[in-house]
């Protein structure tokens, strides 16, 4: 399926007879206007406390992916992004502050930084965020859409503890691009609950099943 990328700053973005097709177009002259996703993910009672440290490594993407334009995807071979607007930071960043974030405020683990900070950590999360787009799905509104793989690798040996695909489509209530912002807030809110959640477990087990010299945090 070829993919077909473009980036319409003059003329006006209107292919597709959609409902909100006019957040898509505009004048020449149109200030931008900039979102911060807002995410405090609340902890799960059923997620592990654990004693064990973490380094989150910065999540890598595509470059189309790996940018503060808002992407969107009309159509399944077509993807193009919002005019007059951006996300405040590249969607990688978003999604590393926010499970950095996620887990500090979870109480359930006692150390974690991300990889750059050089903590001597038990365990490392990689993520590869493959998508973070506004996808139509031919409808008239469309879903804010994140998918990533994760992989949780043991410091010492680099072994692959776990590895897991996460997919989560939240529609948007309108094809307007601020309420197409909020439904990205609450799929990042979900695919980092979800994530931390399964690192914790999956950490967890594995660290029950290791020596007790096995933790190199201690």
Not at 41 to 57: G, M, T
Not at 90 to 115: M, Q
Not at 119 to 135: G, M, N, P, Q, W
């Amino acid at each position: 399926m070829k993919l077909s990328f473009s980036i319409r700053l003059i003329a006006p973005w209107c292919v597709l007879a959609l409902a909100g097709c006019s957040v898509l177009a505009g004048g020449d002259r149109q200030s931008t206007t900039i979102y911060a996703p807002q995410v405090r993910v609340q902890a799960d009672p059923a997620w592990p406390s654990v004693d064990w440290q973490l380094a989150i490594a910065k999540p890598s993407a595509a470059r189309l992916v790996d940018s503060p334009r808002i992407n969107v995807r009309p159509t399944p071979g077509e993807l193009e992004v919002y005019k007059g607007a951006t996300w405040s930071q590249p969607a990688t960043d978003i999604l590393e502050d926010t499970l950095l974030r996620g887990f500090e405020d979870s109480g359930r683990i006692d150390a974690v930084a991300r990889i750059a900070a050089g903590i001597r950590s038990d365990y490392k999360l990689t993520t590869d965020l493959r998508r973070f787009e506004a996808d139509y799905r031919g409808g008239d509104t469309p879903a804010a859409t994140i998918e990533l793989n994760a992989k949780l690798i043991h410091s010492i040996d680099q072994r692959v503890v776990a590895s897991r695909t996460f997919l989560v489509a939240e529609p948007a209530a309108s094809a307007e691009l601020p309420s197409v912002a909020r439904a990205f807030e609450t799929a990042l809110d979900k695919t980092a609950g979800d994530l931390i959640g399964w690192t914790l477990v999956s950490g967890q087990q594995d660290a029950a099943a290791l020596p007790a010299q096995g933790s190199v945090g201690k």
